[in-house]
């Protein structure tokens, strides 16, 4: 069965900047559409981006619009998560999630989930 596998989290100083990447193995990403969520201590796992099979629609929560770029690369069987400007608030373990058609915000959408990637940013 495929799974998808975070990479790229790391301890950065405020400003700095991160590349995610989310891997597939075992499937074809390109049939899916693949969303960020982040889950920082004692708070529940929000909404970070999402993007289509194409990569031709993208969607950003308010609160890293202008900081964060999604994008894809299906021949690479990856979906990556571009972080700059980071904020102490952009602490968080980072997961991505995958479904053949679902590309909102909800976490119940995505059925296919990976194990995370911790983001530590200090001020």
């Known amino acids: 069965q495929g799974q998808l596998v975070e990479s790229g989290g790391g301890l950065v100083q405020a400003g700095d900047s991160l590349r995610l990447s989310c891997a597939a193995s075992?499937?074809?990403?390109?049939?899916?559409?693949v969303g960020w969520f982040r889950q920082a201590p004692g708070k529940e796992r929000e909404f970070v981006s999402a993007?289509?099979?194409?990569?031709?629609?993208?969607a950003y929560a308010h609160s890293v619009k202008d900081r964060f770029t999604i994008s894809r690369d299906n021949a690479k069987n990856t979906v990556y998560l571009q972080t700059d400007s980071l904020k102490p608030e952009d602490t968080a373990v980072y997961y991505c999630?995958?479904?053949?058609?679902?590309?909102?915000?909800?976490?119940?959408?995505?059925?296919?989930w990976g194990q995370g990637t911790q983001v530590t940013v200090s001020s």
């Open positions: 999630a995958a479904h053949p058609y679902y590309s909102g915000t909800l976490l119940q959408g995505y059925n296919i």
């Open positions: 993007v289509s099979r194409n990569g031709a629609d993208t």
């Open positions: 075992g499937r074809a990403l390109s049939s899916y559409t």
